[in-house]
């Protein structure tokens, strides 16, 4: 749909009417990670008996695709609101780490290997990187919630030394399953990197490329995380890039 | 901050960087639609007793900064989840309502009399039209959210037939307080036009411009409508940096 930009020339790289949505349904029923609280979505007043439809909301603050703040695991950490919008956008290079078996760590290696098969060129500083492990084709079979691909401290080092604002993954948590010491998050929130979780498997639409990545989250107030909308744009190729 | 995308000399009409949050903190205590469920955001482990801040987030559908979706008027009418992503980023025209008192409704002529101070060119198929009453600046007290500025039916009849996408306000609610027949609810909403609700009163560092807006509300499935995150990103006015 034309919303009647393009008769200004103006040159655009991001192109915006095709924005694809990367976030998982919130509904009952829906995966969470093991042991944090069931969702609960519930109508409360309905068109037939109320004239209006409203619902109630009830549902642990990493429900669904989310965001972690340094919060998280730090007490004196950024809480979720106290992150900048202007955060919540940035261009992000998409990995393609689905060679990994389910269920193993991503290690250094990995990243590096899946770097170079990248369009784009360098890391820049700032970029968010985004791992597609493929474990979000998987959505909703029970038994790939507690072993999913993950991201090792290791990798998490790497991605620091290379300075990206943000990590996301298509799974619920980015930390190897039941870690007790959680040192992937520790690494990445220590150092002011803010992690997305749970994006859904559309991301493999974007494999080895650039976008542009979206992802704002609910503003709760000294919050450690919340849910939010996380969104890919297409740069353009031709329109404005050189 | 440079996150790396200048030296490409790509040409920006948004100025992403000086993003600007318009969304309400969602906290314990927040005002809401009298008669909404109060919210109630909890704590429920927490890094001394457990090594990790996570909480539990309950709360109405319409809390805080909030899309509404046909399906809160219409059984029928597209749920939250179906209005495509692109929907919720579009460029928008912030229109000074300030000059009605306090609990006044926004009549055509408001309208027109506001838009004709905008220093954009006319308003275009596809606008979002955002509604700065000034309520915004009195968030918090409560014998406002009983008695505020809204959008009378003849002026949503107006809109629609101007074919706007949406229509923002800075308050609780677009209709007048009270309402039995919801008229300007269901102007908007039978024609596809969103609302977004509670914006917050950084609004007013727009008036009469035209900025990119976006407000990426949480995916909840056949939802009547879910709080956003509300952003403003302004236009460059000469088209670059470079």
Not at 89 to 103: H, M, N, P, Q, R
Not at 111 to 134: P, Y
């Amino acid at each position: 749909m034309n919303y009647g930009n393009k008769e200004k020339k103006i040159v655009y790289a991001y192109d915006f009417e095709s924005a694809v949505d990367l976030t998982q349904e919130l509904e009952n029923d829906m995966p969470v990670y093991p042991g944090d609280p069931i969702p609960v979505f519930k109508r409360t007043k309905t068109i037939s008996k109320n004239g209006v439809n409203l619902s109630d909301l009830n549902l642990g603050s990493h429900t669904g695709t989310h965001i972690d703040a340094p919060r998280h695991f730090f007490e004196e950490g950024t809480p979720l609101d106290k992150i900048p919008v202007s955060d919540f956008i940035g261009e992000a290079i998409v990995l393609d780490l689905s060679f990994k078996t389910v269920g193993e760590g991503i290690s250094p290696e990995d990243l590096e290997r899946a770097l170079a098969k990248t369009s784009s060129s360098n890391l820049k500083v700032g970029d968010i990187v985004l791992c597609f492990t493929g474990c979000s084709r998987l959505w909703g079979r029970p038994e790939v919630n507690s072993n999913f691909t993950y991201l090792t401290a290791e990798g998490a080092k790497l991605l620091v030394s290379k300075r990206v604002r943000a990590v996301g993954i298509d799974f619920l948590s980015i930390e190897k399953f039941g870690s007790k010491t959680h040192d992937t998050h520790k690494e990445l929130l220590a150092h002011g990197v803010f992690i997305v979780e749970s994006l859904s498997k559309e991301l493999e639409r974007f494999l080895n490329q650039r976008i542009l990545f979206m992802c704002f989250p609910i503003k709760f107030k000294d919050g450690d995380g919340a849910p939010c909308r996380a969104v890919a744009v297409p740069i353009s190729q031709e329109g404005g890039r050189d």
